[in-house]
């Protein structure tokens, strides 16, 4: 029988809490302290340890999040009828939900459990439990209702999907979301110039188009002095870029950066981009491991166009994680099309949703379609052996 722990601050885990995640950054407390001093304002986080016979052998890392209008929509350029059609959507899926993931970046990083003492279905069936005691507890202590319960990103290789007839029982809805952008590095690219040699020569060309664009932008990395001098700057750049995306459900606060540098240090990368000393974009980066896991960025739309920044900032990452000796580079969704033609590929996500009201949550399937609808893009395949 699996025996589960509330937690409401990172502080309080138990000593072996990192030792068992040790293969995911996102899951360990240096990252879970720094989220708790800088999360946007409209997410609480709750952790779950799950215990056989007292050993810890499994975690669960819970987002509560508020969701409102102003949260999820900031695109001032909206239509009316795109605003009526907002409001309608936002009143279904406005209040409480739980998020047993990471709300704030692509992947599932809300779970784990050793597979060699529990199944995946008892894991899954304490873990429901432990959803249903925080439903409780918030309804007593805080008297909100949660309206949805979300199990964030899965890959289609992942153990959950051996649950998934019990989820559906237990009215979870399994939807597809965006695919996650990723790009292997092969041992061959022992250097960046292996890697843009691998090019077709459209694409060789595209890159060196795009430098020769950026040739005026300085790029420096930010140490912790700097971020914290940049604050200002980096936040408005940053909300520059989300301030556009068409839907938002939360945004970060202007300490977000300073405080991941702080608490993560060397695993967490901020590097600017300066034009005549003006800091006119920037991007960021978290050392997962085997894995460069690209983060927010943020930049001047006034300088994108003309001097490409967005595009080469990906060949930045790329050329991070290549020169370091990483495995991967871990792009996440959005932008499929660009981050495709640097390298990345496209990895498939799914996630399970459950909305607490039974009609609502008949509904729901067809309201997330036109929220999240299928995007027609075309992937580049860059490489000549591709």
């Not at 293969?23 to 340890?49: G, V, W």
Request: hydrophobic residues 40%; glycine residues 4%.
């Amino acid at each position: 029988m699996i025996e589960t722990n509330l937690f409401t601050s990172s502080h309080n885990l138990p000593a072996t809490w990192d030792a068992l995640v040790s293969h995911d950054i996102f899951l360990q407390t240096p990252y879970l302290k720094a989220f708790e001093k800088s999360a946007p304002n409209n997410i609480t986080l709750y952790y779950f340890a799950f215990y056989k016979q007292e050993e810890l052998i499994g975690v669960a890392i819970i987002q509560r999040v508020k969701l409102y209008l102003n949260d999820m929509f900031r695109n001032q350029e909206d239509s009316c009828f795109q605003e009526r059609f907002k409001n309608r959507i936002s009143k279904i899926l406005k209040g409480n939900i739980l998020v047993v993931g990471n709300l704030t970046h692509t992947g599932q990083h809300g779970v784990y459990f050793n597979q060699n003492i529990v199944s995946n279905d008892q894991f899954i069936s304490g873990l429901i439990d432990a959803v249903n005691v925080l439903k409780r507890d918030i309804k007593t202590v805080y008297n909100k209702r949660i309206r949805a319960v979300l199990l964030k990103d899965y890959f289609l290789t992942d153990a959950i999907h051996r649950s998934t007839n019990s989820l559906y029982k237990l009215g979870f809805h399994q939807l597809v979301v965006q695919p996650n952008m990723i790009m292997n590095i092969p041992e061959t690219w022992s250097t960046f110039d292996f890697y843009i040699g691998d090019f077709h020569k459209k694409y060789r060309d595209r890159y060196k188009s795009a430098r020769k664009k950026c040739k005026d932008i300085v790029t420096k990395e930010l140490d912790e002095v700097e971020i914290f001098k940049q604050s200002k700057s980096l936040y408005n750049l940053y909300k520059n870029v989300s301030n556009h995306a068409k839907i938002n459900t939360f945004l970060l606060p202007e300490n977000h950066f300073y405080t991941l540098k702080k608490q993560l240090g060397d695993n967490f990368k901020v590097f600017g981009y300066y034009l005549n000393d003006e800091l006119v974009g920037f991007y960021t980066l978290i050392l997962n491991y085997k894995q460069v896991e690209t983060y927010f960025l943020g930049y001047n739309s006034h300088y994108q166009f003309k001097h490409q920044l967005y595009l080469n900032m990906l060949y930045d990452m790329a050329k991070f994680g290549i020169n370091n000796k990483y495995k991967s580079v871990v792009y996440a969704r959005t932008a499929m099309e660009i981050k495709s033609s640097v390298g990345a590929k496209p990895q498939a996500m799914v996630l399970y949703l459950k909305h607490t009201n039974l009609f609502m949550n008949t509904a729901l399937k067809y309201i997330f379609k036109l929220m999240n609808p299928s995007k027609t893009w075309t992937e580049r395949n860059p490489f000549k052996l591709n």
